[in-house]
């Protein structure tokens, strides 16, 4: 890899979460096991994120999920993202606050750039803004939406966004038109928040490829990872694009036996320390900047294998 690689200075969550040749590891919240029931407790569910944080994961991510739908079996975090992003930010102090992802088309941008733009504010640029366009075919009749349209509300929504960011925009698509001299204050801290396409969100490759400041994408094998991420930043240079950065979850049930080897589990594994950094390493290797670890099968207590992380898998991975 050429050392004259680096990906674009945008904020401080970004440029602290992703670095070129390197991989960094956060969390999803909320941070406790609840495989049976779809609803977590939120019990000490601030704490928890501040031990993370004390403990030197780079991000914490929350998801938006408005509705419990009984077939997806998952409510994330329960609170509005941005509601319980604004917390945070007053909770936190230095670790990355990520979102991954909210779902464009349910909502309208301007309320979406103005709600990312105050956090990004408020937090002193740690907020990183994962979006895309929704998997969850329910939740658009309860919101008179047409599911079938959320690849193009989501490119337009999209679009919108980026625009109202900027100083005095001027500009017009589907959502409407800032026309008169009208501003959305307050502005992101670098001019914009980062935003990161999820999957493809009913995009052609080409256009995944060109647009956002980095890639969302799903846990798989290393050896395709790589891959797709190889075709992905391809597609990007031959557009004349920036190096971007790439992100993938992975659910994570650690075990007592360091040595224990992998079985699988919903987009995940159950697995030792010893295979889980074999694991991390492979998927940096393959070109993954940021993998977000979902505890929510882990069976262990979960201070005990936040420490264990911390202690045992973090220091492989220091950028």
Known sequence: MSQNLQFPTINKAYNNTFKVGKL????????????????????????LIQLAEELGF???????????VPSFGDVGQMHDPFVYLGFLAASTSKISLGVGSIILPLRHPAHIAKAAASVDSLSNGRLILGVASG???????????????????FRESFEYITEVWKDKPMF???FGSPYGGLDM??????????????GASQQHPDWVSQNGDGWITYPRKAELQKKLITQW????????????P??????LDLVQNNDAPPRPIHLGYQVGVNYLVEHLKDLENAGV?????????????IKQTLHRLAIEVLPHFKN
């Open 185 to 198: 204050l307050p502005k992101p801290t670098a001019k914009k928040v980062p935003m990161l396409i999820t």
């Open 233 to 244: 930043r391809q597609k990007a240079n031959d557009f004349g694009c920036e190096y971007k």
């Open 289 to 301: 900047n940021h993998v977000a670890l979902n505890l929510r099968f882990n069976q262990a207590d």
């Open 58 to 68: 780079s991000s914490v991510w929350l998801r938006d999920i408005p509705f419990e």
């Open 24 to 47: 960094s590891i956060g969390l999803v919240v909320p941070l406790e096991s609840y495989d049976i029931d779809a609803k977590p407790t939120m019990s000490e569910h601030i704490q």
């Open 246 to 251: 790439v992100s993938q979850s992975l659910y």
């Open 135 to 153: 998997d969850r075919p329910e939740e658009y009749p309860a919101m008179n939406i047409d599911f079938d349209s959320r690849g193009d509300r």
């Open 172 to 174: 017009e698509n589907e």
